[in-house]
């Protein structure tokens, strides 16, 4: 367990720290920050926990979640900035708004995606982690930190949520062992999965009424289409698309998932998945995205319509 060695003499004599994730936030960039800045908080840091996009209703359940503040123009002064989760400096969403956050320099950037570009002045990438929460446990268990039920539950959430309630490829004996570990350290899951799949709004779930009607079936593909029109339509938010790329896996025969997302603006938004056949990251980073091996995705700015096609054309010759 030597990789944590450094990250452990780079955060011991911070005094305060910046912990940071990606915009669109799922389980794993909220989990894998919350249970970090509680656990530097109780060993007396000054933490602060920023994401672009605040706190998604979805999460608001999280312990402490009101620690999560929405990123600030100015950074405020800290020892220490830290990236979780997030593989291409661009998804901190610091650069991409008219009013870019200034003095912003990466100190650690904790990640297990493959396709991480490895932006930070330290990197601590770990592809064989299904989730960046886990990292944030093995590095907790080595230096021997606090790991109280809060802290556990955060992590936990990370965890089942990224490996996709423990069936994700990458799901291994570690992992079950790390769940262990939370469970034993006071989180539930019995009551976290019930937050984080059995509680979403009648909006999006209006909204995945829609992508129902729209999937479309070509061979070992599926993908479904939504437009602004109805987002708007279903009174629906960005962050009701949970779940939506992976209804198309659950047929029979289908290899390749995807979910395409047109936005007002022009822009779109691709969400991929795969099972065994078709490596989605490696898709994705060709437009410009990234993710992993099963779960990937893309943002395009601009051609939304005409980025479509040119996205079908290639996933249906990757099959
Ligand atoms: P999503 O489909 O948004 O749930 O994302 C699936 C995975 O792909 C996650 O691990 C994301 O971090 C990653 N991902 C999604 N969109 C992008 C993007 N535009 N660039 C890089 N990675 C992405
Ligand atoms: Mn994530
Ligand atoms: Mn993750």
């Not at 956050?101 to 570009?117: A, E, R």
């Not at 603006?265 to 091996?293: C, M, Q």
Request: hydrophobic share 40%; aromatic share 6%.
């Amino acid at each position: 367990m030597h990789a944590y060695d450094e990250l452990i003499r780079a955060l011991t004599p911070a005094r305060s720290v910046i912990l940071l994730s990606h915009l669109r936030p799922d389980g794993d960039a909220y989990g894998s920050a919350l249970g970090l800045g509680l656990c530097l908080r109780a060993l007396g840091k000054a933490v602060r926990i920023f994401n672009r996009d605040g706190l998604s209703q979805t999460y608001r359940f999280l312990p402490h979640a009101e620690l999560i503040e929405r990123t600030p123009a100015r950074l405020p002064e800290a020892d220490l900035i830290i990236a979780l989760d997030t593989s291409t400096e661009e998804r901190l969403g610091l650069v991409d708004s008219l009013k870019p956050v200034v003095n912003v320099s990466v100190d650690w950037n904790i990640d297990h995606h493959v396709s991480n570009t490895g932006y930070g002045r330290r990197q601590f990438i770990t592809p064989s982690q299904p989730a960046t929460a886990g990292i944030i446990l093995d590095l907790i268990t080595t230096a021997n930190w606090p790991l109280m039920t809060d802290i556990a539950t955060a992590l936990y959430v990370g965890l089942l949520t990224d490996t996709g309630s423990f069936h994700h490829r990458g799901t291994n004996a570690h992992t079950f062992d790390q769940a262990a570990r939370l469970v034993a350290a006071g989180a539930d899951p019995t009551a976290l999965a019930r937050h984080c799949y059995q509680n979403i709004s009648p909006t999006s779930f209006k909204l995945q009424q829609r992508a129902w009607t729209n999937w479309q079936f070509e061979g070992a593909l599926a993908h479904t289409t939504l437009t602004a029109q109805d987002f708007t339509d279903c009174g629906a938010l960005p962050e009701d698309t949970e779940g939506i790329v992976e209804t198309g896996l659950t047929v029979s025969g289908t290899e390749l998932s995807a979910f395409f997302e047109l936005k007002a603006d022009g822009g779109l938004k691709v969400s991929l998945r795969s099972k065994d056949a078709i490596n989605v990251s490696d898709l994705a980073v060709t437009f410009g995205g990234g993710g992993h091996p099963g779960a990937a995705g893309i943002g395009f700015k601009q051609d939304g319509a005409a980025n479509r096609q040119l996205v079908l054309d290639k996933l249906r010759k990757a099959l």
